[in-house]
């Protein structure tokens, strides 16, 4: 059981008030991709119908509203959507339906929903801080994907030792099926592709860690106090489906699939060399599955290291 040391006896959890959430439906109504607030309200469940989470009451509104758009007309309404605790909030949800093409095919839908208890006003003046106090980080979390592992190290070690209380996330990301991309096209398209997959990682970190190139369309990436697992889930999830989707844009036959791997600190121990092994055997077990995959490594499942220093 995951505990974020809510009150239990509160219907009110700070993790789940949905602001800016954001979702691509498909034609089915079906979850393509969403952005780290939506999943954190809706869930991470595979195959997701964003009308299984709207109130009975409102489906059909919402359905007549959603299939009576047109291209690039957005609308606006008010319904009852179910959070993950099973819940119904009041969300306005701006609905706009766009094509991937000029040819009027393939068509989907974009949600911009927000709880309407969260006042649009407190969430300027938070976004206003945010900014401010991403203005204001230290040289090491200037986004960059030239960092070499000594840098990655040093970035660790500075702040696990100015923070008594610091939690970190080490993930390896590399792309599964890149190779099979390669044969098929073009070095432009190859260039699209890794300009896709960067820039949807340094928009989606965005000042909450550093991010590492370790070789061909491998990354490293390190986060600061992201690293409980409802939190990981839905900023993978996010990384996962923001990339495939952005990739059908390039070449809409091609399933760009990941493999993943996660290790903690302080979850899987306090030396960061028998972490950064940890975080290699993850990445290992994800391939060794098939890819396509993340692997948050826990010792009761992928076993202990020894600490040869002992």
């Known amino acids: 059981m995951i505990s974020d040391n809510h009150n239990i006896y509160s219907n009110y ?19 393509v991709t969403a952005n780290e607030p939506m999943y954190m ?55 706009e339906k766009k094509y991937i093409s000029d040819t009027k095919q393939s068509e989907y839908l974009e949600l911009h929903i927000s709880d309407v208890l969260v006042m649009k006003k407190l969430n300027i003046q938070l ?33 696990i030792s100015n923070d008594a209380g610091c939690r970190l996330a080490l993930i390896y990301f590399e792309v599964d099926n890149i190779n ?22 340094l928009n989606t970190v965005n000042g909450r860690g550093v991010i590492g190139f370790l070789d061909d369309f491998r990354y490293t990436i390190i986060l600061k106090h992201i690293n409980n697992e ?29 493999s993943i791997g996660i290790a903690r600190y302080p979850e899987n121990g306090k030396n960061l060399d028998i972490i950064k092994i940890k975080l290699q055997r993850a990445i290992d077990i994800a391939r060794a599955k098939g890819g396509n995959r993340y692997i948050i490594y826990k010792e009761v499942l992928h076993g202990e290291i020894e600490d040869s220093d002992k």
């Open 13 to 31: 959890i700070d993790e789940y008030e949905l602001t800016d959430g954001y979702a691509v439906v498909d034609s089915n109504f079906s979850i």
């Open 41 to 95: 309200f809706l869930g991470m469940s595979k195959h997701y119908s964003i009308i299984d989470s709207i109130h009975q009451v409102d489906l059909d509104d919402f359905i007549d509203v959603a299939n009576s758009l047109k291209s690039d007309i957005m609308k606006c309404m008010c319904i009852r959507m179910r959070r993950v605790d099973n819940t119904y909030r009041w969300v306005l949800v701006d609905i």
């Open 127 to 159: 976004k206003l801080k945010l900014d401010e106090l991403n203005n204001k980080s230290d040289e090491h979390n200037v986004m960059t994907f030239t960092l070499q592992e000594p840098d990655i190290k040093k970035y660790c070690i500075d702040n």
């Open 180 to 201: 099979i991309f390669k044969q098929n096209h073009s070095k432009d398209d190859i260039h699209r592709i890794s300009h896709v997959i960067e820039d949807v990682i």
């Open 230 to 258: 409802v939190q990981l889930r839905a900023f993978l999830e996010h990384i996962r489906t923001m990339i495939a989707w952005n990739c059908k844009f390039i070449d809409s036959t091609y399933n760009i699939s990941f």
